[in-house]
């Protein structure tokens, strides 16, 4: 099994919908990432958790909002979807023992 | 200006060859960076840390200028599984270990 799972891991909805994508975690870490990926963007950081009480922003936190429900698991939550809101999305979790990140598979989203 | 800037590439590559590319970054408080291969549609992975002035891991060599702050990935005797996108990252741990990736280089090593 995955050290990281992202479910759905594709998902096409329409404007206005509200969409949840869940991470969970195996391997024990405190800290996750949400991340989107556009073409020739790199990852953006939307939102990061330290712990179970620390939710902190990142560069593109608008429209978005996350629950870190456990230690091993932070869930991304678009309230209301926009087109342009259409990404591939990653979980990440690290350590930081070793500053390697470890990502699930990808959630990739389509806002019509 | 962005944070971290990659050339998107591609290079192509023939396979045996040497390819080489840069990652600069705008903050010179920066203390920490990564290379990371991106197969498509897959997720990230990490390739290697780059630590002071840099490491070599096999057929892959990085090094660390902090002067004209960039660092930069080597790929020696090129593979045809070498073919991928190569993000570069970089942290800045007095900023709370915020993580910046580049826009990320592609790579087509062919036959």
């Known amino acids: 099994d995955a050290d990281v799972t992202q479910t759905p891991r594709n998902r096409i909805t329409k404007t206005g919908k509200r969409i949840m994508l869940e991470c969970s975690q195996t391997?024990?870490?405190?800290?996750m990432y949400w991340y989107r990926q556009d073409p020739g963007l790199g990852l953006r950081l939307i939102y990061y958790?330290?712990?179970?009480?620390?939710?902190n922003k990142g560069e593109i936190s608008d429209g978005y909002s996350v629950s870190r429900q456990a230690q091993a698991k932070f869930s991304l939550s678009l309230e209301s979807a926009i087109p342009n809101q259409t990404a591939l999305y990653f979980c990440?979790?690290?350590?930081?023992?070793?500053?390697?990140?470890?990502f699930g598979e990808g959630s990739r989203l389509t806002v019509l | 200006r962005k944070e971290v800037e990659q050339d998107p590439g591609p290079f192509n590559v023939p396979e045996g060859a040497t390819v080489a590319f840069n990652c600069t970054y705008s903050?010179?408080?920066?203390?920490?960076f990564f290379w990371y291969r991106q197969d498509c549609r897959k997720e990230p992975k990490l390739l290697m840390s780059?630590?002071?002035s840099g490491n070599e891991d096999g057929r892959f060599t990085a090094q660390l200028n902090r002067a004209s702050q960039y660092i930069s990935l080597l790929i020696r005797d090129s593979k045809l599984s070498d073919s991928a996108t190569y993000l570069c990252?970089?942290?800045?741990?007095?900023?709370?270990?915020?993580?910046?990736f580049g826009g990320g280089t592609r790579v087509l090593v062919k036959p």
């Open positions: 990440a979790t690290t350590g930081w023992d070793t500053g390697e990140l470890f």
């Open positions: 391997k024990g870490h405190d800290r």
């Open positions: 958790s330290f712990d179970v009480k620390d939710i």
């Open positions: 903050n010179s408080a920066s203390q920490s």
């Open positions: 780059v630590y002071s």
């Open positions: 990252v970089v942290n800045m741990e007095a900023a709370g270990n915020k993580l910046t």
